[in-house]
């Protein structure tokens, strides 16, 4: 009986091999090994129905790490590969070290690649925020061929490499971080989750700026991409999944650095009106979609003289060409001029309100700054503007006026063309932008009942 041809060849060399890995074990050629096809062999990869597909790989595990695991739709799939990037800073490291232990605790083989501190540093760290089960491995290496030896070796389930930018293949030209360097690292760690299955989370350094040649050029190259921001002056931060590809995308987690790491918002919204101490003149309550999650924030605009030079746009959370558009619509359709100032918008909690439903809640601000007069306590807003001035309804709005009713908000103003829904407080209706601006005007809270919780 014929024996059966090893099920990989090295494309370099053409040696066989008996198993799947990183590097040719004849010619040490990186990436060249292929699983033998049809055309190359006569072991033919069959074709099935897909209904009859194992979706065993398919199922996504939880790590443990609740707020963590909703962005990927329940967990992570095995083989796939996530890039999580952060500025320096944010609690990229602190938040995969929670991960890794969460994991590690439920059984998963969880292989750390430390390239950017000593293992007795990720120690002291993680330490601090759990158990460290034995099922938690660490390789403090800057080798990329090291750490996938490593990953091989062990047969883990999850990687995580700390960080993409400090990595460095030893065959490939240029420095750890240079964009060949990247690119190789990302292919190699993709290859070993295609081909061996764990799945493979990298960190990404990211500057505000956001250099196009850094790690975001790898987005195309990976499964998920996941963006964890966060004022690091302010303890709330926001993990925000831009890319699935295997579920939605734009689901959120949300977390409160604290002295023993980050811990889930258990109700951000309580917790963003808590900061909202007083009324001010300029500032107005948004209620936003974070992913499916409905969220309160306060919007804070700022006005004041430009003293004869050009007029500055300063936003920070918001989209700048919005408020553009909405300074131009309030000044065409509702005789509001704000010709001359200077203008500053901003989300308190480092969140962020880009989605056109910002926009009335934004306009009603601006007003509010340039007239100084405030928005009635606990008055929130949602809706879309257009250029006529006209109010256009937004998705998820019986989401948002239950959200607003929940915290017990004293109402909210919503586009006329919202469907109706029941609830306890009172959902005021505008059809235009200028109707809005009255209605928060003349809205009196109903003051028997306090107006917040
Ligand atoms: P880190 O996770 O190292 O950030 P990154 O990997 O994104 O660069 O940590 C960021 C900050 O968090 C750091 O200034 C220290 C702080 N921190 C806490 O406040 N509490 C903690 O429990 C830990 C571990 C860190
Ligand atoms: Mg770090």
Redesign the pocket.
Known sequence: MAKTPPPFTCTECQSPAAKWSGQCGSCGAWNTLVELTATSSQTATEVTTLASVSLADGVARPTGVDEFDRLFGGGLLPGSVTLLY?E???????LLSQVAIAAASRGTTVLLVAAEESAAQVRL?TE??GTLPDQLLIIATTSLDEALHAAEDRNADLVIVDSIQAVRASDIAGPSGSINQLRTAAERLVALAKHRGPAVIVVGHVTKDGEVAGPRSLEHMVDTVVAFEGDRHQSLRVARAIKHRFGTTGEVGLFE?????LAAVEDPGRLLLDEHVHEVAGSALAIVLEGHRPLVTELQTLVVDSHGGNARRTASGVDNARITLLLAVLEARCGINLAGLDVFASVTGGLKATEPAADLPLALALTAAVTERAIPRGLASFGEVGLAGELRRVRGADRRISEAARLGLSGVIVPSSTPEISCSIPVLRAATLDEAINLARTFTPNTTEPSRR
């Open positions: 952060g320096p800073g944010a609690g990229k490291s602190t760290r601090r925020l650095m604290g002295s023993n790491g």
